[in-house]
């Protein structure tokens, strides 16, 4: 039987905001244990939660941007459980009214676009930490994170493949930081994923029974957890048992997803409107104010390098994850010719990227500048030099070799790497290899195609690299076509 995978995801951000959402307490990351927690916080008698309007707003920035409703009138509400780190006995969440509705995500897999659809997003605070190390069998409590702004952002089902989640949730991840809402830091658990996971045959229109898999903070394990579970519900019924709905967690040493408990349903919660904050209101003033401080965002830069500067949609993905990304190669590309600016975009996204991966330093402190770039390209895109020796020149620019907008230019000059385009020059050299491979002449001529790499590859040793393997291809043939 086929069977096809279907995935939901609720992904947490947390909220990048000085205060936590009700109360005045820092949200600084690291401190040392309870010293970020207030009397709301740590759930003192008489104390009352008072509404963090920057948290609201950065919720409502998220609504705005990926297309949904945003509520004029929402409500909060008590989701009640027991944990020793939510000393309240209740998180404060948002429930049948969600301050966001609706909207949806465009994401990009191979070539293919693809939109998943968001059900819904809601504020709502975060629990503290339970420390087990240091503790000698017993368990320490940390309430600095307790009462952090969430937003937790729902998905329709609607991806079918660990590579569509994993697509969808960078989506997501880049977003929030463009629009400065969360710093995607996913170490410290600033944006997190629970993956809702089924599968049923091929072809089938109902939903099977879900696992939800929780606190997946980083891409590759989202991408294994759902692919081991995918496998692992596949097998299971596939020997005649069937899938329990649960709680599962992904154990990365083993690669595995287990059991971590039954599913609750909503009515476990007993959630209820909590009487201690008044519905949120959300004025069309308001909105519109919030809406006119938008950047421009990813997507619609996205669409613009496609049209504009003729990118496929992959590299376009690529170049707008991160505002310092594309502003890099809008400086790199500004003005220039498609062609130039595709290869622009190849840099940035091949050379440049795993040069800065290697060394760990971030796209605004390149040692190779946007113009440097450019005139680096420039020089490839009208024949100067090729790639190869491009690559020898990124170096000695990486390096510091030459400053400057021109520094490819001086580089080039310095050290004599200009491509020999006399094609004078380049037969004479072309001659020399022809009557001193006669073998391999014979082998070409004698319908080996091969033959001809092996005398281009002379060539271009003899000529330190710096001849157009293509022309060389070119004037090869020609030659020996000639003299057959
Ligand atoms: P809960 O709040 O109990 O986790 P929801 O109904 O709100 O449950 O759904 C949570 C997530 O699970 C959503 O992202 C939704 O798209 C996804 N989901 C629901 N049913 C399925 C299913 N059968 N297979 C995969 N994902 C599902
Ligand atoms: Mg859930």
Redesign the pocket.
């Known amino acids: 039987m086929k069977w096809e995978t279907?995935?939901?995801?609720?992904v947490h951000a947390q909220l990048n905001t000085r205060s936590k959402i009700f109360s005045g307490a820092s949200t600084a990351f690291g401190a040392p244990p309870n010293t970020h927690a207030s009397a709301v916080d740590i759930a003192l008698p008489g104390t009352l939660p008072v509404l963090n309007r920057a948290a609201v707003e950065k919720a409502i920035r998220f609504g705005l941007s990926v297309g949904s409703r945003v509520n004029s009138r929402s409500i909060f509400a008590r989701k009640n459980y027991f944990y020793p780190d939510l000393p309240k006995g209740y998180q404060i969440s948002q429930y049948e009214t969600p301050v966001v509705q609706g909207g949806s995500v465009t994401i990009v897999v191979g070539d293919a676009e693809k939109t998943v659809r968001l059900?819904r997003a809601h504020l709502e605070e975060d629990a503290g930490k339970s420390l087990h190390e240091d503790f000698h069998g017993e368990t320490g409590i940390d309430l600095n994170r307790a009462g952090t702004p969430l937003l937790e952002i729902?998905?329709?089902?609607?991806m079918r493949s660990a590579a569509e989640a994993v697509a969808y949730a960078k989506a997501l991840h880049g977003l929030v930081r463009w629009i400065d809402i969360c710093d995607g830091n996913m170490q410290e658990g600033s944006f997190r994923c629970?993956a809702?996971?089924?599968v049923?045959p091929a072809g089938s229109d109902k939903?099977?029974?879900?696992c939800?898999i929780k606190n997946l903070n980083s891409f590759r394990f989202l991408e294994r957890a759902i692919d081991f579970e995918v496998r692992r519900q596949i097998e299971l019924i596939e020997d005649g048992g069937s899938v329990l709905q649960e709680t599962r967690l992904y154990d990365p040493d083993r690669d595995e997803t287990r059991p971590m408990r039954s599913?609750?349903?909503?009515h476990d919660y007993r959630y209820f409107p909590d009487p201690d904050l008044l519905p949120l209101e959300v004025s069309e003033p308001w909105l519109a104010e919030i809406q006119a401080d938008l950047p421009e965002l990813p997507q619609t830069k996205r669409e613009r390098f496609v049209s504009v500067y003729g990118l496929r949609a992959y590299d376009a993905v690529v170049l707008t994850t991160s505002p310092e990304i594309s502003a890099y190669f809008e400086t790199a590309a500004d003005g220039a010719p498609g062609p130039v600016a595709k290869l622009c975009a190849n840099w940035i996204t091949g050379t440049l990227s795993a040069r800065l991966n290697e060394e760990g330093i971030d796209i605004i402190d390149s040692r190779v500048g946007p113009r440097q770039l450019r005139g680096l390209v420039e020089r490839i895109a009208d024949g100067t030099i090729s790639n190869k020796i491009a690559r020898d020149v990124f170096d000695a620019i990486w390096s510091g070799e030459a400053q400057g907008e021109q520094a490819a230019d001086a580089i080039i000059r310095a050290r004599g790497l200009t491509q020999i385009s006399d094609s004078g020059a380049l037969e004479k050299i072309v001659d020399e290899v022809i009557a001193a491979n006669a073998q391999q002449v014979e082998d070409y001529r004698g319908g080996k195609e091969k033959a001809v790499n092996s005398l281009v590859g002379q060539v271009m040793k003899a000529t330190r690299g710096k001849a157009n393997p293509q022309q060389v291809n070119e004037i090869l043939r020609r030659k020996v076509i000639a003299r057959g």
């Open positions: 279907v995935i939901g995801l609720e059900t729902v998905s329709e089902p609607d629970d809702n996971v089924s049923r939903l099977g029974t879900r939800e599913k609750e349903d909503a």
